[in-house]
T-cell receptor, first 119, second 113 residues
C-alpha cells in the first residue's frame, strides 16, 4: 500500500514571495505518477502539476515547479511569485501507473497543507 | 483538461430520506470513477471505486447498503445516500480517471436535517 505524508498542516507566505510545500511518499511501485492538487475555498479540486516517476526532469507549470527526488521518495512543490489567489489547501497525491500490474489504480492523498498568501 | 460534472452542488434533505448524487464525465469515457467524502479542513477520504458494469468496491468501514453506487454507463456514476441521518452530512466529491490523470467534479454539500 502507498502512503503520502505532508508534514506541514499550515503555511503562510507574503505576496510575491516564494514558498515550498513538502511531500514524501512510500511505495514499492516503480512506475507511478505524483500530483499536486489545489483546493480553493470553492472546494473544486484543481490539478496544479503532475510528475511521471520515469522522468528525471522536474515538472514545471508557470510559477509552479516540483523537486522530485525519486530515491528519497520526496516530491516538494515550489510556488514562485505567490499571489493572493494561491491561497488554498494543497494536496500531494500518488497514483500507480496504468499497466503496471495488479489493481488499485486509485489516488492516494496526503492530509494537505493549508497555504495562506498574505498581502 | 477533461470535465467532470457533479450534481447537485448542494442538497438539503430530511432525516430518513434518500438522496442521489450524479457524476458525469462530459468529454471522455471513464471506466473507473471514485467517490470521496471530505470533512472540513481534512483530506479526501475514498469511499468506493466504481467500475462501469460491475459492482463497486467499497473501502473498509464504508457501509455499502447506505451508500449505493451505480455505474451504469461509461459517463455516469451515481451515489445514493439511503435513509440519510445528520451524521451523513458532509461534502461528497466524485472523480473520473482517464489513462493518466483524475478529474474531479465540483462536489456536493449534503445537509441532513
Amino acid at each position: 500500500a502507498q502512503t503520502v505524508t505532508q508534514s506541514q498542516p499550515e503555511m503562510s507566505v507574503q505576496e510575491a514571495e516564494t514558498v515550498t510545500l513538502s511531500c514524501t511518499y512510500d511505495t514499492s511501485e516503480n512506475n507511478y505518477y505524483l500530483f499536486w492538487y489545489k483546493q480553493p475555498p470553492s472546494r473544486q479540486m484543481i490539478l496544479v502539476i503532475r510528475q511521471e516517476a520515469y522522468k528525471q526532469q522536474n515538472a514545471t507549470e508557470n510559477r509552479f515547479s516540483v523537486n522530485f527526488q525519486k530515491a528519497a521518495k520526496s516530491f516538494s512543490l515550489k510556488i514562485s511569485d505567490s499571489q493572493l489567489g494561491d491561497t488554498a489547501m494543497y494536496f500531494c497525491a500518488f497514483m500507480k501507473a496504468p499497466n503496471s500490474g495488479g489493481s488499485n489504480y486509485k489516488l492516494t492523498f496526503g492530509k494537505g497543507t493549508l497555504l495562506t498568501v498574505n498581502p | 483538461g477533461a470535465v467532470v460534472s457533479q450534481h447537485p452542488s448542494w442538497v438539503i434533505c430530511k432525516s430518513g430520506t434518500s438522496v442521489k448524487i450524479e457524476c458525469r464525465s462530459l468529454d471522455f469515457q471513464a471506466t473507473t470513477m471514485f467517490w470521496y467524502r471530505q470533512f472540513p479542513k481534512q483530506s479526501l477520504m475514498l469511499m468506493a471505486t466504481s467500475n462501469e458494469g460491475s459492482k463497486a468496491t467499497y473501502e473498509q468501514g464504508v457501509e455499502k447498503d447506505k451508500f449505493l453506487i451505480n455505474h451504469a454507463s461509461l459517463t455516469l456514476s451515481t451515489l445514493t445516500v439511503t435513509s440519510a441521518h445528520p451524521e451523513d452530512s458532509s461534502f461528497y466529491i466524485c472523480s473520473a480517471r482517464d489513462f493518466t490523470e483524475a478529474f474531479f467534479g465540483q462536489g456536493t454539500r449534503l445537509t441532513v436535517v
